[in-house]
């Protein structure tokens, strides 16, 4: 098999400064006869064209904001789906070893049963040709 | 005499034919065992073949993800992008009534 390589992965960082973020509302404060008056004494707010802009412009930074939460739980997913990849990887690769282990103890037994066969053939070899000569020796000395 | 000599041929014989038939049942052990262990050995590597193909698989499904990861962290730098052309546009808005519909809309939206 072709060994496997992955890349190491970097680490993610959110970086919001490149989203516009509107200045602060800038309100006139009006009476009930829509006279300006000091905010203490103020029943409402008037807005410029300029001002009233603003809102939208925050409620397009918060879909922007929800939008990246939706995509960061994406990818905290396939994180959490390439974790467990892994962790099966690693399990496969362990019963890998134990496989090449069991193949190492198979090799180990046959050789040594091989030698064991060997030096037992060995023997019983010398076995035959010594018997057969002592016997030859006798029956030649006896014959004599 | 005769007797002597016929019982050591004998036991001669006896010895030969048991040599003989220790070394053919070691031969024929070996042989035995030999087939049992490459009959094992191929089990083994049958079922290490099987285990490489499933990390072959898992392996491309890392790197799958590992792509994706990449596309969603994309993504995401296009959502601020997008934000921000939008933002600026939205503040140079002159037309009120564009300015409400965008409210409306906004507000649905989040």
Redesign the interface.
Known sequence: ?DN?K??K?LH?E???S???K?EKLNVIYIDNNFKEVPIKDATQILLS??E??????L??????Y???IY??E??VN??V??IN??K??IK??Q??KD??F??WT??E??YR??RY?AS??RF??Y??FE??II??L??II??L | ?NT??IG??G??GL??IF??Y??FM??D??KF??IL?KF??KE??K??DT??E???I??N???D??K??KE??E???E??????K???K?????N?VN?DK??NE??E??
């Open positions: 098999m496997i992955f890349e992965s993610y959110t970086d919001i490149g989203i516009t509107p064209n300029k009233y802009n603003k809102i939208p412009a409620l397009r930074l918060c879909k922007a929800k939008d990246i995509e960061q994406k990818l396939i994180k789906d390439e990849s892994f099966e990887f496969l690769e019963m890998k496989g090449y069991e193949l198979i090799s037994n046959a049963q091989e066969d037992m053939n019983t070899s076995l035959y018997t057969i016997v030859f006798i029956v006896l014959a | 005499m002597i000599l050591l041929a036991a001669g010895a030969l040599t003989l220790s070394q070691n031969g052990k070996s065992l030999n262990s094992k050995q083994v590597l079922e290490i285990i490489n499933k990390q072959k898992i392996g499904d890392i790197k993800k590992e994706l990861s969603s962290v993504k995401i730098k959502i601020q992008k997008e934000a921000s939008d933002i600026n939205i503040l140079h808005e002159k009120l300015i965008e409210i906004l507000w939206d989040i």
